[in-house]
């Protein structure tokens, strides 16, 4: 059965940092490419970021290019998202997910961390 | 970017009654649309991908159809499970620019 479990979620200033971590298990974590996806209190889905199966290919909304970077470590069977300069506007619950080969469509999700950026 | 608008934003239905939902892409994505419900406290599910295949073990009362710009996700037969927000996602975009639809909340009438 394949879980994707998030941690690393909480309450942090504006301004400050956060890193994410999604463990996965039950399914073959370097041969996927995988995910984050965010959503705030009451909102909709929103795509944050995607990093292929080996790490050297990553993607970003516009709304976190430059402050948020994805990476993996397949030996551990972890995606991360490091957040940095985080903002209110980031408040939400982050999701990891994974994607089918060949198709950028989410076709497992984690149960979500969430982040709160608040002085 | 590609700009997904789901219609109704809230859709009230009875039991046992047919749903339709609504996506509409402000260009094409081909079939490059999938379909997911997601229930308060819970992570989304995914119903449907290629605009039309269902996921593996999701009932037969859900069916997706459409192409292009047009897309339109039916429940035959409206189950108590079934009360929930519904999203579209294109996935056409490269580099990806994935994009969700608003959703659609699907509620007992």
């Known amino acids: 059965e394949v879980q994707l479990v998030e941690s690393g979620g909480g309450l942090v200033q504006p301004g400050g940092s956060l890193r994410l971590s999604c463990a996965a298990s039950?399914?073959?974590?370097?041969?996927?490419?995988m995910h984050w996806v965010r959503q705030a209190p009451g909102k909709g889905l929103v795509w944050v970021s995607r990093?292929?199966?080996?790490?050297?290919?990553?993607s970003y909304a516009d709304s976190v290019k430059g402050r948020f970077t994805i990476s993996r470590d397949n030996a551990k069977n972890t995606l991360y998202l490091q957040m940095n300069s985080l903002r209110a506007e980031d408040t939400a619950v982050y999701y990891c997910?994974?994607?089918?080969?060949?198709?950028?469509?989410?076709?497992?999700w984690g149960q979500g961390t969430l982040v709160t950026v608040s002085s | 970017e590609i700009v997904m608008t789901q219609s109704p934003a809230t859709l009230s239905v009875s039991p046992g009654e047919r749903a339709t939902l609504s996506c509409r892409a402000s260009?094409?994505?081909?079939?490059?649309l999938a379909w997911y419900q997601q229930k308060p406290g819970q992570a989304p599910r995914l119903l449907i991908y290629?605009?039309?295949t269902r996921a593996t073990g999701i009932p037969a009362r859900f069916s997706g159809s459409g192409s292009g710009t047009e897309f339109t996700l039916t429940i035959s037969s409206l189950q108590s499970e079934d009360f929930a927000v519904y999203y579209c996602?294109?996935?056409?975009?490269?580099?990806?620019?994935?994009?969700f639809g608003g959703g659609t909340k699907v509620e007992i009438k």
């Open positions: 039950g399914f073959t974590f370097s041969s996927y490419w």
């Open positions: 990093i292929n199966s080996d790490g050297s290919s990553t």
């Open positions: 996602q294109q996935y056409n975009n490269w580099p990806p620019r994935l994009t």
């Open positions: 290629g605009a039309s």
């Open positions: 260009q094409s994505v081909s079939s490059n």
């Open positions: 997910a994974r994607s089918p080969p060949g198709a950028e469509y989410f076709q497992h």
